[in-house]
């Protein structure tokens, strides 16, 4: 009898959903919690998931798959991940967040303006040019903060595969 293998969409929709749990508790506590900290249980669950995926990976094949088919499955679920949380996070900055306050705006003028080489009236254009495309901004980052944990739990999963062959 033949094992089933968990396909890698439903375990990149699991990773997903975890991490917009995540999100939203993480979103409620934004003002306490420091930016430096802010994407870091981002990182580790996307980390811990695609590693977990790839050992679940291995142990439903039977232990025999290679070190590029691990890896293989650890990246494409990976890339699903990467991608839903793109559009997760497309939707919510542009339709669930609220938009730069005053305040904000204002500091991000003086923040321009501190930069030198620029008039106020140019800092401003500038800061309400990026709250307008602020989108592409964090889309960048919510791909880059799947990506790169992901690649390397990919790896670390594959290794763990060889390893254990």
Same mark, same amino acid.
């Given at each position: 009898?033949? &094992? &089933?293998?968990?396909?890698? /969409?439903?375990?990149?929709? /699991?990773?997903? =959903? @975890? ?13 306490? @919690? ?11 669950? %996307?980390?811990? +998931? @695609? $590693? ?13 798959? !290679?070190? +590029?088919? %691990?890896?293989?499955?650890? =990246?494409?679920? *990976? #890339?699903?991940?990467? =991608? $839903?949380?793109? %559009?997760? *996070? =497309?939707?919510? @900055? ?16 003086? #923040? ?11 800092? &401003?254009? $500038?800061?309400?040019? #990026?709250?307008?495309?602020?989108? /592409?901004?964090?889309?960048? /980052?919510?791909?880059?903060?799947? $990506?790169?944990? !992901?690649?390397? !739990?990919?790896?670390? !999963?594959? #290794? ?6």
């Amino acid at each position: 009898m033949e &094992k &089933k293998i968990t396909p890698r /969409i439903t375990k990149g929709v /699991i990773i997903f =959903f @975890v991490m917009i749990v995540l999100d939203i508790i993480l979103q409620s506590l934004y003002k306490t @919690v420091p930016d430096g900290v802010r994407y870091m249980p981002r990182l580790v669950i %996307v980390f811990l +998931g @695609v $590693l977990a995926a790839c050992i679940i990976y291995t142990r439903q094949s039977g232990n025999k798959p !290679g070190f +590029g088919d %691990v890896f293989s499955h650890g =990246f494409r679920t *990976t #890339a699903f991940v990467a =991608f $839903l949380m793109a %559009v997760y *996070t =497309f939707i919510a @900055v542009k339709f669930i967040y609220p938009v730069p306050g005053p305040a904000e705006m204002e500091a991000a003028v003086k #923040a321009i303006e501190q930069q030198g080489n620029t008039l106020h009236e140019e800092a &401003k254009q $500038l800061a309400d040019q #990026a709250a307008k495309n602020r989108w /592409i901004i964090y889309v960048s /980052i919510s791909i880059f903060a799947s $990506l790169i944990p !992901g690649l390397i !739990g990919s790896l670390m !999963g594959a #290794a763990i595969a060889k390893k254990n062959q």
